[in-house]
């Protein structure tokens, strides 16, 4: 499930599935082992009248990501974890966040002795991760073998082309990324359709059709892209120069025409947003620029980012690889990347709160509301970003404008404690330390 889920509404479905994809031989989330574990954790936090030597989730599955996906031989821990680990709310993060098959790698780690019900559901998620992605790359075979026989150029995007150049196997995907020239669609559109695909036509947008059909492993999507603009943010990608700058790789042995790393890296960071900067698109960030720092070339990046009218964006975001996850940089990158003035720390505090948040409250976001229509070039178009997610315009076709408006509203309301707060520690100039937000 996606955080951009709708809300509550997706905190049952979610305990379903969890419990759904925990091993059934151990009864984990039901079973004697998971609910010690729980006692204990409740026990602990009335025994220090509410919670003090609770080990949050926050910083304990950031503590895990660094020693078991930092580039290089496995890192120790650094200092023990000490405190009640709350072992039932560290597998509810990790799910929702989806981040819980790469987690895995981390538990490799033996500074920390995991509980063994708790191993097993991530290994699970592991294995059930790697096993999807192999369904969805065969799928992509044959996808590219079609357009390719009807002389249809093609670049993938994101998915496994994003996963070979960091997270690997275990990067969660739910579907296919393809991008194609405008003037081509018609002919992808028939060769789809004639494939077995059904057009989802209530999910289309501006810029790319959505595919669907039955496979064996359960839906196969894909997502096929005629353009990659942002037209209510006024990201402005130059589709021309990514076609020309594009290359053919071999990924997992299927040959593919994929983006040059800048653009990928710069297409991705466009995605923030429109996940409201979901940690599992920061975690693919993060390790893209760990893994292949040596060929990321910053300036250009940033130089590259203004030319699309994403500069406020990608500054934020790279100085938020740098302050949270001590991402190598050089010191002028780290400078330009920096924010000026009081409404820039404003937007770079609310992007890092918002990356926070999901790990600490991922069932009471705040900020997480409020940070995707900060993070534009153009001022004068925040105004109109937050009238029209006021009025239940755009997000999920499944769900009525009353609704959305309904539900925007209220959590509006409720995150201007939040908000507030970001909005006063802004003043300061704390926002330019690397560290996480307190």
């Not at 609770?54 to 000490?82: K, T, W």
């Not at 983006?259 to 429109?274: K, S």
């Not at 000026?340 to 505090?349: D, F």
Request: charged residues 20%.
């Amino acid at each position: 499930m996606a955080w951009s889920a709708q809300g509550g509404q997706g905190f049952s479905r979610h305990v379903v599935l969890l419990n759904k994809h925990m091993p059934r031989a151990s009864q984990v989330l039901d079973g004697a082992p998971m609910k010690s574990l729980a006692r204990k954790s409740n026990q602990a936090q009335a025994s220090t009248g509410g919670g003090e030597g609770r080990v949050h989730p926050g910083p304990l599955i950031e503590r895990f990501l660094r020693a078991g996906l930092d580039a290089g031989p496995l890192r120790p821990l650094g200092a023990p974890v000490s405190g009640d680990i709350d072992w039932a709310t560290l597998c509810t993060v990790a799910y929702r966040c989806r981040i819980a098959p790469i987690l895995y790698q981390s538990f490799r780690n033996p500074a920390l002795a995991v509980p063994p019900d708790v191993l097993h559901w991530f290994r699970a998620q592991h294995y059930e991760a790697v096993a999807r992605n192999m369904a969805l790359l065969n799928e992509l075979r044959e996808v590219l073998a079609w357009f390719s026989g009807a002389s249809i150029p093609a670049m993938v995007l994101k998915g496994p082309v994003l996963g070979s150049l960091g997270l690997g196997a275990a990067r969660v995907s739910s579907d296919l990324d393809i991008l194609v020239r405008n003037a081509d669609l018609r002919s992808a559109d028939a060769i789809l359709q004639n494939r077995g695909y059904r057009e989802w036509a209530h999910r289309h947008n501006d810029n790319h059709r959505f595919y669907c059909r039955c496979a064996t492993f359960g839906m196969s999507v894909v997502e096929l892209h005629f353009d990659l603009s942002d037209r209510l943010r006024s990201y402005r990608p130059d589709v021309d120069g990514i076609w020309h700058r594009s290359r053919m790789a071999t990924v997992s042995q299927v040959p593919m025409r994929v983006p040059e790393l800048t653009d990928h890296l710069l297409l991705t960071i466009m995605q923030l947003p429109h996940h409201h900067w979901a940690v599992r698109l920061v975690v693919d960030l993060w390790q893209v620029a760990l893994r292949q720092g040596d060929l990321i070339q910053w300036p250009a990046l940033l130089e590259r980012a203004a030319g699309w009218q994403m500069s406020t964006l990608t500054r934020a975001a790279v100085h938020a690889l740098w302050a949270l996850f001590a991402v190598p940089m050089a010191p002028a990158v780290v400078e330009r990347a920096s924010p000026v003035g009081y409404l820039e720390r404003l937007q770079w505090r609310a992007a890092k709160c918002a990356i926070a948040e999901q790990l600490e409250y991922p069932f009471r976001p705040r900020v997480v509301w409020l940070v995707p229509f900060l993070m534009v070039d153009q001022v004068r178009r925040m105004p109109a970003i937050l009238v029209r997610r006021s009025l239940g315009l755009g997000g999920s076709p499944d769900e009525s404008p009353v609704s959305k408006a309904t539900r925007r509203g209220l959590a509006g309301v409720a995150a201007l404690p939040a908000i507030g707060k970001v909005l006063v520690e802004s003043i300061g100039r704390s926002t330019l330390r690397p560290g996480w937000p307190k």
